[in-house]
T-cell receptor
Framework: GAVVSQHPSRVICKSGTSVKIECRSL??????MFWYRQFPKQSLMLMAT?????????EQGVEKDKFLINHASLTLSTLTVTSAHPEDSSFYIC???????????FGPGTRLLVL | QKEVEQDPGPLSVPEGAIVSLNCTYS??????FMWYRQYSRKGPELLMY????GNKEDGRFTAQVDKSSKYISLFIRDSQPSDSATYLC?????????FGKGTRLSVIA
């Protein structure tokens, strides 16, 4: 099956700092990657969709200047949370989709805690 | 009406029981239907994928899609404590996946 990795799995940072999360598709080329956010006992909330080599498309209410997404290659997308604040603490999950595929394969998630 | 409705549970069953999980939806353009399993503090794992209407079986899991009723189901036979997780339905047409809120399942030994 398709494997998607995320790094780091957990990060604790001080308020005001920036945090970068990497998402990699290990055994297939991901033409599209998605970034989700999940609060405890809540469902996944789509933040943005990114296609390789293009600017990301952000969902309504998601600040594109705060959540910077880069999808520079067919196997790597990054999410940078800039000037993080405690309310940004959450579980961030990426998923990847290859061309011609309708399914998404998820990474294991990154737990962010902003102090 | 939300695009995808899923009872959040929690659902608690004894080991060995047959579990039925369901979602309803309103968008008739949906053609691809998936079930994901998510353990606590982990990313969702794809369990079943079905295109259009019909049934699909994989081991103890059976997925059913009834497009006429806009209703999908996941059945788990001989449930095990290791099946305890949150199960999310997801579907799409020509748009990104739309998820249900997830049903929390506990299988008690």
């Amino acid at each position: 099956g398709a494997v998607v990795s995320q790094h780091p799995s957990r990060v604790i940072c001080k308020s005001g700092t920036s945090v970068k999360i990497e998402c990699r598709s290990l055994d297939f080329q991901a033409t599209t990657m998605f970034w989700y956010r999940q609060f405890p006992k809540q469902s996944l909330m789509l933040m943005a969709t990114s296609n390789e080599g293009s600017k990301a498309t952000y969902e309504q209410g998601v600040e594109k200047d705060k959540f910077l997404i880069n999808h520079a290659s067919l196997t790597l997308s990054t999410l940078t949370v800039t000037s993080a604040h405690p309310e940004d603490s959450s579980f961030y999950i990426c998923s990847a989709q290859g061309s011609g595929r309708e399914t998404q394969y998820f990474g294991p998630g990154t737990r962010l805690l902003v102090l | 009406q939300k695009e995808v409705e899923q009872d959040p549970g929690p659902l608690s069953v004894p080991e060995g029981a047959i579990v039925s999980l369901n979602c309803t939806y309103s968008n008739s353009a949906f053609q691809y239907f998936m079930w994901y399993r998510q353990y606590s503090r982990k990313g969702p794992e794809l369990l079943m994928y079905t295109y259009s209407s019909g049934n699909k079986e994989d081991g103890r899991f059976t997925a059913q899609v009834d497009k006429s009723s806009k209703y999908i189901s996941l059945f788990i036979r001989d449930s095990q404590p290791s099946d305890s997780a949150t199960y999310l339905c997801a579907m799409s047409g020509d748009t990104p996946l739309v998820f249900g809120k997830g049903t929390r399942l506990s299988v008690i030994a």
